[in-house]
């Protein structure tokens, strides 16, 4: 059974600000890693343990992927068949704040 992928308020943010610096440089680079990004998100949906584990804490994981020069970090909730979304951040950048505060 698939599981439904669903973004976070911050998460969307973060894209959307990612995009805009990409975009500002080159547009069609930014669509380009917007389509990619999301397909690659889209999966989560199918095999949402294909990403290693960043922290465990409480009774639900939190897991991250690299893409480019970005890391996603997403949160595995089983019982409810959902994968959120939870932050983007560009690899040089700090630790992200994530729900349950820092890990």
Request: aromatic share 12%; charged share 30%; hydrophobic share 35%.
């Amino acid at each position: 059974m698939a599981f439904k992928v669903e973004w976070t308020e911050p998460a969307l943010k973060q894209l959307g600000e990612v995009l805009h610096v990409i975009r500002s440089e080159n547009p069609l680079a930014a669509d380009r890693f917007s389509s990619q990004l999301l397909h690659r998100v889209e999966q989560l949906a199918r095999f949402p343990r294909s990403a290693e584990v960043y922290r465990r804490r409480r009774g639900y994981e939190v897991r991250q992927f690299s893409y480019g020069k970005y890391r996603v970090f997403y949160q595995v909730r089983p019982r409810l068949q959902r994968v959120e979304i939870l932050a983007i951040r560009h690899g040089a950048r700090r630790e992200p704040r994530l729900p349950g505060g820092r890990f």
